[in-house]
C-alpha cells in the first residue's frame, strides 16, 4: 500500500503534469504523436488478427474436430513451389474415393466432392454467373452440414445414374427464382437442364460472400459435364478425434498411397488438412504479419519515447526556478525525480489512451466497411497502456535525474 506522502506526491504530480499539458496543447500534440501512432498500431493489428483467426476456425475452416479432407493440392498455397509441385501431382479420381471409402474402418463417413467457382446458372429469363456449383456424394450434405428447407438431398441412386438433379441454396431461390415454388422446377446450369430436388437452409456470409449462393449436383454428373479429369476431394469424418482422427487419415494415407504408387520415404502425393492443421497454418501466416506491424510500431513507439525526453528535457529547462524553489523549502532528490517520472508516464499513458481508442475505432470502422471481422481483447488494451507508460518511464529517467540533481542555489539564480 501507498503511504500517506507517496499518494500526495502522486496526486501533486499527476496535477502538475495535466497543468503542463493543458498549458502547452500544441506541444503536447506533437509530443503525443509517436506513442499515439505506436500503440494504435498494435492495437489495430491484435484486435483485426484475433478476429480474422477466430472467424477462419468457426466459419472459414468449419470442418469439425473428426473431419479430414484429402486433395491434390493443399487449400492453403504458400508459396510458388508448392503450387506448382502440387499441379504436376496425379489427380484423385472416384476410384480412389471407392477405395477410401471401403477401406477406412475409423470412418463414419467418407464423401467426394469438387467445385467450380463461377458457374453460371438461369431459371427462364432470369440468370447469375458466378454461382459456386458443386459436385458431390450425398455424404458430403453431412460433412459440410447442410440442412434442408424443403424438398429432399441427392441419394445414391442420383450418383449411381449421373441424375440430371439439383440442390440449390436460397440465394438462388431469391435471385432467379422469386415467388415461385423451386422444388420440381427445371434450371439449368452451365447450359445443361437439372430438376430443383431441393433447397438447402440459409447459412448466411463468410468475409462478405454468400454462403447460399451455390448449387449441388451429383459428383458423376459434374464430372460427366465438367471433365472426368477433374481432381475431386475426398472428406472423411471419424469416429472420434484426436487419436481416433489420425487413425482414421493413416487409414486413409494408406490406401492412396499404394494406388499411386508412392514409394516409401518419400511424401504423401497428395494433401491432407484437418480444420487444427488449416487454422495452424493460416494462424503462422497472420502470425508473421502481425509481427512485422509489432516491429513497425516498435519504431514509432521509440521515436515517440525519444520525442518525450526532449519535450520534458525543455521542461526542466523551463521550471530550473520551480526545482530551485522546491529544493529551497525542503524538497529531496527523490521528491523531484518522482515528480517528472510521473509527468512523463502519465504524459505517454495519455497518448497510449487515445492510441487504444484510435485502434480499437479503426479495427470496428473496417469491420464496418469491408466486412473484415475484428475481436477486442481486453489484455490487448492492458498490453498497449503498459507499453505506453513504460515508454514513458523509461524515457523520462534522463530527464527527472538531470532535475533532481540540479544545485537549488544555481537553480534558483537561473534566468530564463
Not at 191 to 203: C, E, F, N, W
Not at 313 to 327: C, D, P
Request: proline fraction near 2%.
Amino acid at each position: 500500500m501507498l503511504n500517506r506522502s507517496m499518494k500526495m506526491q502522486l496526486t501533486e504530480g499527476s496535477r502538475v503534469a495535466l497543468r503542463s499539458l493543458a498549458a502547452n496543447k500544441l506541444r503536447s500534440i506533437l509530443t503525443l504523436i509517436g506513442v499515439v501512432l505506436g500503440v494504435a498500431a498494435v492495437i489495430f493489428v491484435v484486435t483485426l488478427v484475433k478476429g480474422i483467426n477466430r472467424y477462419f476456425a468457426e466459419k472459414v475452416f468449419n470442418l469439425g474436430a473428426d473431419v479430414f479432407i484429402i486433395s491434390k493440392i493443399s487449400p492453403v498455397v504458400t508459396n510458388i513451389d508448392q503450387l506448382i509441385e502440387g499441379q504436376k501431382r496425379k489427380d484423385l479420381t472416384m476410384d480412389d474415393f471407392a477405395s477410401v471409402k471401403e477401406t477406412c474402418r475409423r470412418c463414419t463417413l467418407v464423401g467426394a466432392s469438387a467445385s467450380n467457382m463461377a458457374g453460371k446458372i438461369k431459371y427462364e429469363e432470369q440468370s447469375s454467373s458466378d454461382t459456386w456449383i458443386r459436385g458431390m456424394t450425398p455424404e458430403m450434405t453431412a460433412i459440410y452440414d447442410i440442412d434442408l428447407a424443403e424438398g429432399r438431398m441427392l441419394n445414391q441412386n442420383d450418383i449411381d445414374n449421373r441424375s440430371g438433379v439439383v440442390v440449390i441454396g436460397m440465394d438462388i431461390v431469391e435471385n432467379l427464382m422469386p415467388g415461385v415454388d423451386p422444388v420440381g422446377k427445371e434450371i439449368r446450369v452451365e447450359g445443361i437442364p437439372y430438376q430443383v430436388i431441393g433447397v438447402a437452409k440459409r447459412q448466411g456470409k463468410t468475409l462478405g460472400m454468400s454462403r447460399d449462393n451455390f448449387v449441388g449436383i451429383p459428383i458423376t454428373a459434374f464430372l460427366k459435364q465438367f471433365g472426368s479429369h477433374t481432381s475431386i476431394r475426398i472428406s472423411g469424418k471419424a469416429d472420434g478425434i484426436g487419436t481416433r482422427l489420425d487413425a482414421a487419415i493413416d487409414e486413409a494415407r494408406v490406401v492412396l498411397r499404394s494406388r499411386r504408387h508412392d514409394r516409401p520415404g518419400d511424401d504423401d502425393s497428395f494433401a491432407t488438412e484437418t480444420n487444427a492443421s488449416l487454422v495452424g497454418l493460416w494462424s503462422s501466416i497472420s502470425g508473421t504479419f502481425f509481427l512485422a506491424m509489432i516491429g513497425i510500431a516498435a519504431v514509432s513507439l521509440v521515436v515517440g519515447g525519444i520525442v518525450i525526453m526532449n519535450i520534458m528535457l525543455v521542461s526542466v529547462t523551463e521550471r530550473t526556478r520551480e526545482i530551485g524553489i522546491r529544493k529551497a523549502m525542503g524538497a529531496r532528490r527523490n521528491d523531484v525525480l518522482l515528480q517528472f517520472l510521473i509527468e512523463s508516464s502519465l504524459l505517454a499513458l495519455i497518448g497510449g489512451a487515445i492510441g487504444v481508442l484510435l485502434g480499437v475505432g479503426g479495427a470496428k470502422l473496417v469491420t464496418w466497411g469491408i466486412g473484415i471481422p475484428s475481436s477486442i481483447e481486453v489484455w490487448t488494451i492492458a498490453l498497449g497502456l503498459t507499453v505506453a507508460t513504460s515508454v514513458g518511464l523509461f524515457f523520462g529517467v534522463y530527464p527527472a535525474r538531470r532535475a533532481a540533481m540540479l544545485d537549488p542555489i544555481a537553480a534558483l539564480r537561473h534566468e530564463m
